[in-house]
């Protein structure tokens, strides 16, 4: 029985020996694996650190290849902006011929913006009218056009589309696009935009709109009569704006085929139309088809309301519909193709993201507050340093006052000595006034100052 004890005693005490060597080699195990830790985080940093300096070695070099090889311009200098192009770099060439078809309270007064400074900063002429214009004008004749500049690169402009005029006026190999919104929306802007509520007075905007409905024979409209009273730049405005006949719609005895001929040849004419409701991906697409730069699309918001009035009754809506089919036919059909276009674009999203980005960030340089603008609508307040750069301070002026300051600097029916007295209806300091229209340094790049302090790069 001893010995069975002892024999007992000592298998207990071989196992408690066999546990603790086997805790000894699980600690040692899990020592190693914690050193392995330590070693590979100083290898994480290293190939991190390491892998920073590559990538601002490869930025500087890039920029060095653009300069001597792209076939977009881009400044001698090293900059953030050129770095980033490059990420989006394609073989091609920027479109020096562009007709732009303005259609009204879709965003187009940016993309005017965007394709005046274009001009401005890639020395590209612009087709204008006579000093000073109208942004109005509906029909375009030569005789309205600016003295000595039967041609040009560029067209921006209101006028109901005129392909035959333009593109005779419009340098040879010219792209055209534009853009359009969704009509209910459209027209909801237009009406409070124009102030349309003052012919139609009730104390609300959905009241006034519904007084806008009973006058004038609306019932008629489009069925009897192509005339809609106070309906100009409201009611189906972008299918005017692209050159639809009213008349022979109304006349045409079969208006569906007529509707689907006109949607048929204006998928020939425009070779893009972008969607005001997918604003920024419209102007990386834009980029893209045109061969552009970041800084090319960049803009500030303008004209945007601050009241923004709105309409809930579901019959009222369904009326506004009705009357705007002509639109919506249009909407619908290039909404459609829109998004087709977008498909073909392979890591179009990812660009879309670095732009809005930079747009963001060149925003903050450039404004550093808000005021009350024109027909109510904010106005950017900039800041110092935006008040120096061309980019910033030609974003934020309006179309009408860009135009008419490029007219009275190109027209060369303008007299000289009325210089002094037309450079007194542009001083706000937060737009282009004629001095500057006139010597304002183009080159510095507003992205690249946009983020040179908070890089803390010296570009």
């Avoid at 969607?275 to 699309?297: A, G, H």
Wanted: charged share 25%.
């Amino acid at each position: 029985m001893t010995g069975t004890r002892g024999s007992y005693r000592h298998g207990n005490e071989t196992t408690h020996y066999r546990q603790i060597r086997m805790y000894e080699r699980s600690l040692n195990q899990i020592l190693q694996v914690l050193r392995r830790i330590k070693c590979l985080t100083y290898g994480m940093f290293l190939i991190t650190f390491t892998t920073l300096i590559l990538y601002l070695v490869r930025d500087v070099m890039t920029v060095h290849l653009i300069s001597q090889q792209a076939s977009f311009p881009v400044r001698r200098r090293p900059g953030f902006a050129a770095a980033i192009q490059m990420e989006f770099h394609r073989e091609c060439t920027p479109q020096q011929n562009i007709i732009f078809t303005k259609t009204h309270k879709t965003g187009s007064s940016t993309i005017t913006n965007i394709l005046l400074r274009y001009g401005e900063v890639h020395n590209k002429t612009q087709l204008l009218y006579k000093y000073p214009s109208s942004t109005e004008y509906k029909k375009l004749v030569p005789e309205r056009l600016m003295t000595g500049r039967p041609t040009a690169n560029i067209f921006a402009q209101h006028a109901n589309f005129d392909h035959d005029f333009l593109t005779s006026h419009i340098y040879n190999t010219s792209k055209t696009f534009t853009i359009l919104r969704s009509p209910v929306s459209q027209f909801l802007s237009a009406f409070s935009f124009f102030e349309k509520t003052a012919l139609y007075p009730a104390e609300t905007f959905e009241e006034s709109i519904k007084l806008f409905f009973k006058s004038h024979g609306h019932d008629k409209y489009l069925t009897e009569s192509w005339f809609c009273k106070n309906c100009g730049m409201l009611v189906n405005a972008n299918s005017v704006d692209m050159g639809f006949d009213l008349e022979g719609y109304v006349k045409s005895a079969d208006r569906d085929q007529f509707l689907s001929d006109f949607l048929e040849k204006a998928t020939r004419t425009w070779d893009l139309v972008l969607i005001t409701e997918y604003f920024d991906l419209s102007l990386v697409l834009l980029k893209r088809r045109f061969c552009l730069q970041f800084e090319d699309i960049l803009y500030l918001r303008s004209l945007e309301r601050i009241k923004k009035e709105t309409v809930e009754e579901p019959y009222t809506l369904a009326k506004i519909a009705e009357m705007q089919k002509l639109d919506i036919a249009l909407y619908e059909h290039f909404n459609a193709t829109f998004w087709r276009e977008v498909e073909k674009e392979e890591g179009i999203f990812e660009e879309l993201a670095i732009f809005q980005k930079l747009n963001k960030q060149v925003q903050s340089f450039c404004v550093q507050g808000s005021r009350v603008g024109y027909q109510g609508t904010y106005a950017n307040v900039l800041s110092p340093e935006g008040r120096e750069n061309f980019q910033c301070i030609a974003m934020n002026t309006r179309c009408l006052n860009f135009i008419r300051l490029m007219e009275a600097r190109d027209d060369t029916a303008v007299p000289r000595s009325d210089i002094p007295r037309i450079s007194e209806d542009y001083t706000d300091p937060d737009s282009l006034n004629y001095n500057q229209i006139v010597h304002m340094d183009r080159t510095e790049n507003v992205i690249d100052l946009a983020y040179k302090n908070r890089f803390r790069f010296n570009f």
